[in-house]
């Protein structure tokens, strides 16, 4: 590259993220990213390498980012190399594998069965949502996992990696769609 030129902003992203399990807590862990380490919560069943729906296991493994979901009446919109799509009442993910949209986004009504998006607490205000299960999607090979925020006392997750507000927030401004997401 000559003297004077600009990097791509895409190329300013991370390589690789990784995320450990802390000595001793399967559902504690550290995440790693451009020579920084944070906690992380992870699944009540730990990091396994042979997810399934339910066993509250983050799964072990070599993932990318999708995009951001992101609560519009709760947070300014995150700066990110990541698609956004901004969370409504309506968006659900589907986690029922019999179902044609399992492991898929869907819109919802009030009444209609999903894992909300807009919940009442604050854990999936900001979620990168990952390409676990994706393609192919295998029915009971898990679904519905992301990282998203941390409960107060960095309880266990269904699946999922999850860390504080200003982490995340941090993360997000140097992740992008190449990152690597490296989980074990």
Not at 36 to 65: M, Y
Request: hydrophobic share 35%; with cysteine.
């Amino acid at each position: 590259m000559s003297k004077g030129c600009v990097k791509p902003a895409a190329d300013r992203s991370l390589s690789v993220i990784r995320v450990r399990p802390a000595a001793g807590q399967r559902s504690r862990g550290w995440l790693t990213a451009a020579g920084q380490t944070i906690p992380v919560a992870l699944g009540r069943g730990g990091i396994l390498a042979n997810k399934r729906e339910g066993d509250g296991g983050t799964p072990r493994g070599s993932f990318r980012p999708v995009r951001l979901w992101w609560r519009v009446d709760r947070l300014q919109r995150p700066r990110t190399f990541l698609p956004v799509r901004p969370i409504t009442g309506e968006d659900a993910w589907c986690e029922d594998p019999a179902s044609r949209h399992y492991n898929r986004p869907l819109r919802r009504g009030a009444a209609e069965a999903g894992d909300r998006l807009q919940r009442a607490d604050h854990l999936y205000d900001l979620i990168i949502e990952i390409d676990h299960n994706a393609r192919p999607r295998i029915a009971g090979r898990g679904s519905a996992v992301f990282f998203h925020l941390a409960r107060d006392n960095f309880g266990p997750t269904a699946g999922c990696v999850a860390m504080t507000r200003g982490n995340l927030l941090r993360l997000l401004r140097r992740i992008g769609p190449r990152t690597r997401i490296v989980i074990g």
